[in-house]
Nanobody, 119 residues
Framework: QVQLVESGGGLVQAGGSLRVSCAASGSIFRIKAMGWYRQAPGKQRELVAGINKSGSTHYAESVKGRFTISRDKNTVYLQMNSLKPEDTAVYYC???????????????WGQGTQVTVSS
C-alpha cells in the first residue's frame, strides 16, 4: 500500500503563487508515476499534471506555462504561478503503480488540499 499526504494549499489572490506538496510513504517502490488531479465545485475531477519515473511530464492545457510539476525522491510538488479564480478546487495527489504514463491512472489518492484563488 501507498499513503499520500498533501500539504501547502490555501487562499491566494489572483496572479499569486502557491506550491502544494505530496509525500508518499509505504510501498513507494511500487510507484511508477505521480500527479495531481483537481475537482472544482460542480465539476468532474480532472488531471492537472503528471510525472513518471523518467521525469516525463504532462500538463492540462489550462495550466500549461503556469504550473510546474516536479519530483524529489518520494515527494511530488506542484508549483502554481499566475493563479486564476478558475484554479479554485480541491487538489488531490495521486500515485500510479501500473501504467508508468505521465498521465497517471490513479491507484492511490491523497486526502486532498483546498486551493482557493480570490479575484
Amino acid at each position: 500500500q501507498v499513503q499520500l499526504v498533501e500539504s501547502g494549499g490555501g487562499l491566494v489572490q489572483a496572479g499569486g503563487s502557491l506550491r502544494v506538496s505530496c509525500a508518499a510513504s509505504g510501498s513507494i517502490f511500487r510507484i511508477k508515476a505521480m500527479g495531481w488531479y483537481r475537482q472544482a465545485p460542480g465539476k468532474q475531477r480532472e488531471l492537472v499534471a503528471g510525472i513518471n519515473k523518467s521525469g516525463s511530464t504532462h500538463y492540462a492545457e489550462s495550466v500549461k506555462g503556469r504550473f510546474t510539476i516536479s519530483r524529489d525522491k518520494n515527494t511530488v510538488y506542484l508549483q502554481m504561478n499566475s493563479l486564476k479564480p478558475e484554479d479554485t478546487a480541491v487538489y488531490y495527489c495521486v500515485a500510479d503503480d501500473l501504467s508508468g504514463s505521465n498521465k497517471p491512472q490513479p491507484d492511490y489518492w491523497g486526502q486532498g488540499t483546498q486551493v482557493t484563488v480570490s479575484s
